[in-house]
């Protein structure tokens, strides 16, 4: 099996090349050949042909070119082990993994996600939230595999890097304006003014919107699938020195979007007498069966962030990352309409799912940093300090006639209940403390070429929390743990050549346990833990115009953190979801090639190509008579691609701009409880632009045609047969062509 995925990947990569965001898309010319590109994975600035890790970067360049502006677009699989998709149909909450290791559910309170997050150096601890506008991104960096000595607890498929543009001190901007289909548009401010007395500021804002690509027929109700964002940041730098700098900056999200359309795919032979409204629609649909209520699922997020940086010395410097955010998230989802609906005469249906989340939290980190001769080292403390609460009610909003050929709307919410508001509720808190530190050490042998790398975190968190309503009822089901745990990392490292690079890295990480807010009784679950052992190099040639870059690694999964589901019972709209660790280890083993060229100026292919396998071990269902069951591992194609091509040439009146991108996947299993699989997935983007159009007083014009999947392709990304003896399986489509046209001034 490995060996076929090595084999294809070596054709996919000498057939075509693309960057796959795995290697920036920017090339300089030909005879300066490929751009550098600086990483701070290691909590330093160091370059990524030269860090012992596996990483994916996207420049701004490779965002503006894939139209890329939350993470959410970074679901079309351009990263081929990132995978990122909404929690079921819901938008408004990421699920995202790193490598298979991959969360069902992680958008409650009271447990993690398994990549870390992470936003000029803060943490996010919630999916909710993730889906915002991203506010004039320097880059995002992708780091692959357990980080669990600089990065945490939390970082045991990796970590995502996003790092803003920092105030300049100089005047200059950008003023950006696009409409689109499905009735949108965007708009971009981003200012930098001249600095006074030490202090630079920076304004950034973004507004962006678009109707929903599936049409709700109840009328005065908001369509499935549409979204509006907005952000606006501050910021403010203070440099009374050049060894000294201050950063301040605020910022404030708000998203609202609504949740993806679920369809009948086909009819069980089995399935029971049903009403004609029940129909299949086994290609993307443009409208719903029935109008249901639906409302927008609002998100707001605020944060502040303070970093301070101070060279103590030449060698020694201090820095300070301080942050404090919020959270306050809606989750509507009447995405179900009635497809899974049985006909009952005058009987309520379609549930309607509503949740809210809650999360405030704090974070301190302080890092000490150190370069000598052949020393560099980094330690340092963290403090991180959470709470929130949720609270869910699922209502059913529609009624049958006596026939079944006729639905009619509930005349409110309250009437349609099931339960009291609120059916479940609960409230969370975490506190984590940890040390760290990582040195790397060059012995004077081979020429200076061999480094080890050596490092380890010491964590202890302490988790608890109450669920105080059941099923509408008062409760008092509580939790409190506490965890300690240690994580090591060894890297050897080899300069082969100054442009051949190998390394080989053992490290563990851990997500912390807690309990599970969906589940009857808020039953805990304990910690699970990732060691993996991956060996790669990176690699330049052709005089800098070409890089190359594989890593292999395998990964044993311990008392991983598995999710099952109960089915619905018949009169109930309770989701129950319990949490437990599985018995024994998983393994799971991967290979990811990355490969840029720029054969002549102003013409750069890449390619990049992520093969990952696993096996998850045996778990005992609670909802199966304890039965044990193997899981899966849930959107991870055993095979990605991502293929890209830019072509630059100036055209004496501008630059003509042209990129064009194609991601590929096998099929994937939505579910941790379903052998079902997905559509295979190819998604290709476009953007044509004429840029550096010169209209005086040094400011330039950019005119740009873009698209995001090209080529409309129908795929259905989430596939399940839950409700097949009933009516038939149902699915979730990819988002059909979307394209517009942007304005952008430079100034």
């Known amino acids: 099996m490995m060996l076929r995925a090595i084999l294809a990947a070596t054709t996919a990569c000498l057939a075509f090349a693309s960057p796959g965001f795995a290697q920036t898309l920017a090339a300089a010319d030909a005879d300066a050949g490929l751009t550098e590109i600086v990483v701070t994975a290691e909590r330093r600035e160091t370059k990524l042909q030269k860090t012992p890790i596996s990483i994916s970067v996207a420049t701004a360049a490779d965002l503006e070119n894939r139209r890329v502006q939350s993470l959410a677009d970074l679901a079309d699989g351009s990263i081929p082990s990132l995978r990122i998709a909404p929690f079921f149909s819901r938008t408004s909450a990421l699920t995202v993994g790193i490598r298979g290791i991959v969360p069902f559910d992680a958008n409650q309170p009271s447990r993690d996600a398994t990549v870390g997050i992470y936003v000029d150096g803060v943490f996010l601890g919630r999916s909710q939230g993730l889906g915002a506008a991203l506010l004039d991104i320097e880059r995002i960096e992708v780091l692959k595999g357990p980080q669990g000595t600089l990065f945490g607890r939390n970082a045991v498929g990796g970590a995502v890097n996003i790092v803003t543009r920092k105030p300049t001190g100089e005047f200059g901007g950008r003023l950006l304006g696009g409409i689109r289909n499905f009735n949108g548009y965007s708009a971009e401010l981003h200012l930098d003014l001249p600095e006074w007395n030490g202090l630079s500021f920076k304004l950034d804002g973004i507004a962006t919107r678009r109707d929903g690509t599936v049409d709700n027929p109840l009328e005065g109700q908001e369509d499935f699938n549409r979204f509006e964002r907005r952000g606006l940041r501050a910021s403010v730098l203070w440099r009374p020195s050049s060894d000294f700098s201050a950063l301040y900056a605020f910022d404030i999200s708000y998203d609202a979007t609504t ?50 940086d101070w060279n103590i010395s030449n060698n020694v410097e201090f820095r300070s990352i301080s942050a404090y955010r919020e959270v306050d998230q809606t989750q509507f989802d009447n995405g179900f309409g009635i497809i899974a609906s049985v006909f009952r005469p005058n009987a309520n249906v379609v549930r309607y799912s509503l949740a809210n989340l809650v999360q405030h939290q704090f974070s301190q980190e302080l890092q000490l940093l150190g370069t000598s001769e052949r020393l560099t080292w980094v330690t340092g403390l963290f403090y991180y300090r959470e709470k929130g609460s949720d609270d869910a009610w699922a209502p059913n909003t529609l009624r049958w006639n006596a026939d079944g050929s006729a639905l009619t709307v509930l005349p409110s919410l309250v009437a349609g209940q099931v339960t009291p508001f609120p059916d479940r509720a609960s409230t969370a808190r975490a506190t984590s403390y940890a040390a760290f530190a990582q040195a790397t050490y060059t012995p004077p042998i081979f020429d200076d070429r061999l480094k080890l790398t050596a490092g380890g975190r010491y964590t202890h968190d302490k988790r608890s929390g109450v669920l105080f309503k059941v099923n509408g009822a008062d409760t008092n089901f509580t939790f409190d743990r506490s965890y300690n745990r240690f994580d090591p990392m060894v890297t050897l490292a080899f300069d082969a050549t100054d442009d051949v690079h190998v390394y080989g890295k053992w490290g563990t990480a851990y997500r912390a346990g807690g309990a599970n807010s969906r589940s009857v009784n808020y039953r805990s679950f304990d910690p699970e833990s990732v060691e993996t052992f991956e060996v790669g190099f990176k690699s330049e040639f052709l005089d800098n115009k070409a890089r190359l870059n594989a890593a292999y690694y395998t990964t044993r999964y311990t008392d991983i953190q598995i999710d099952f589901s109960a089915q619905l019972v018949a009169g109930t709209t309770r989701t129950t979801i319990e949490t437990v660790n599985a018995p024994g280890n998983g393994r799971i083993q991967g290979l990811e090639i990355d490969f840029t060229v720029a054969p002549i100026k102003g013409f750069t292919l890449a390619a990049s190509y992520a093969h990952t396998k696993g096996n998850l071990p045996l778990a005992q269902n609670p909802f199966n008579n304890n039965n044990f069951q193997r899981p899966f591992i849930v959107f991870t194609p055993d095979n990605a691609y991502s293929f890209a091509a830019d072509f630059n040439e100036d055209v004496g009146f501008g630059v003509v701009r042209a990129h064009l991108d194609a991601n590929i996947a096998d099929p994937v299993r939505g579910l941790p409880g379903e052998a079902t699989f997905s559509d295979r997935s ?19 014009a950019e005119i740009a045609l873009w698209s995001r999947n090209l080529l409309n392709r129908q795929q259905v990304y989430l596939r399940s047969v839950a409700a097949q003896a009933a009516t038939g399986p149902y699915g979730i489509f990819n988002e059909p062509r979307t394209f517009g046209a942007d304005i952008q001034v430079r100034f």
């Open 682 to 700: 190819v998604l290709v983007n476009g953007r044509l632009a004429l840029t550096d159009i010169e209209i005086g007083n040094g400011t330039r």
């Open 259 to 308: 949740p993806n359309y679920l369809q009948l795919l086909s009819r069980s032979p089995n399935a029971l007498p049903n009403s004609p409204l029940v129909r299949v629609q086994a290609r993307r649909a443009q409208t719903a069966l029935v109008g249901v209520p639906q409302e927008d699922s609002v998100g707001k997020t605020n944060g502040h962030l303070l970093t301070l």
